[in-house]
Nanobody, 125 residues
Framework: VQLVESGGGSVQVGGSLRLSCVSS????????MGWFRQAPGKEREGVAN???????NYADSVKDRFTITRRDANNTLSLQMNRLKPEDSAMYFC????????????????????WGQGTLVTVSS
């Protein structure tokens, strides 16, 4: 399974970006798809997760600003990010889990098996 992210870039505070992730494997078989991020010097953290029932789960820091969307027909995952803040600056990673349903509603890094290479988001004031 290969996951390829795109859509990162530089934006000013309050702006928006839309990240996309394309999977080489049918994501209809994935229990969960998720977005994670890692800022320099910090641990990777969960941002949002959507399961095979299309139930989404968000980190408190991004609730009401970010929207995760899963489109199984196109094998894509997206993350619409609005009202961006400097603390949202990070490398963003797409992740997928096909083996265990324990990933449902989980934003733990260890709950996901497959990872993309990341796309960089920079928010400047």
């Amino acid at each position: 399974v290969q996951l390829v992210e795109s859509g990162g870039g530089s934006v000013q505070v309050g702006g928006s970006l839309r990240l996309s992730c394309v999977s080489s494997h049918y994501i209809s078989g994935a229990f969960c798809m998720g977005w994670f991020r890692q800022a320099p010097g910090k641990e990777r953290e969960g941002v949002a997760n959507v399961d095979d029932f299309d139930i989404a789960n968000y980190a408190d820091s991004v609730k009401d600003r970010f929207t995760i969307t899963r489109r199984d027909a196109n094998n894509t995952l997206s993350l619409q990010m609005n009202r961006l803040k400097p603390e949202d600056s990070a490398m963003y990673f797409c992740a997928a889990e096909f083996r265990s349903r324990d990933c449902r509603r989980s934003l733990a890094v260890g709950s996901f098996t497959y990872w993309g290479q990341g796309t960089l988001v920079t928010v400047s004031s």
